[in-house]
């Protein structure tokens, strides 16, 4: 299972470390992924979702119904 969350569709960040000598390796910025359980009242049933910290706080500002329509909308499955 990929490394995004299913409301933002933020995925990891690509980057270098670079220490003092300058010597620079890859690295990767994962994203704050959470499991996250929620009640969809409009089905009588709950969903669980993989959401980071900023889906959570569109969730918590949109409402899951309006949330869980718009990951429907473009393809995603709940």
Same mark, same amino acid.
């Not at 409301?7 to 300058?22: I, Q, R």
């Given at each position: 299972?990929?490394?995004?969350?299913?409301?933002?569709?933020?995925?990891?960040?690509?980057?270098?470390?670079?220490?003092?000598?300058?010597?620079?390796?890859?690295?990767?910025?994962?994203?704050?992924?959470?499991?996250?359980?929620?009640?969809?009242?409009?089905?009588?049933?709950? @969903?669980?979702? #993989?959401?980071? $910290?900023? /889906?959570? &706080? +569109?969730?918590?500002?949109?409402?899951?119904?309006? @949330?869980?329509? #718009?990951?429907? $909308?473009? /393809?995603? &499955? +709940?």
């Amino acid at each position: 299972m990929s490394r995004t969350c299913e409301v933002t569709g933020a995925g990891p960040g690509f980057g270098n470390n670079v220490p003092w000598s300058k010597h620079k390796t890859r690295r990767r910025w994962d994203v704050n992924l959470q499991r996250k359980r929620y009640f969809l009242p409009s089905e009588g049933r709950y @969903v669980r979702l #993989r959401v980071s $910290a900023k /889906g959570i &706080k +569109v969730i918590d500002r949109d409402g899951i119904e309006a @949330v869980v329509r #718009r990951i429907r $909308a473009r /393809g995603g &499955k +709940v």
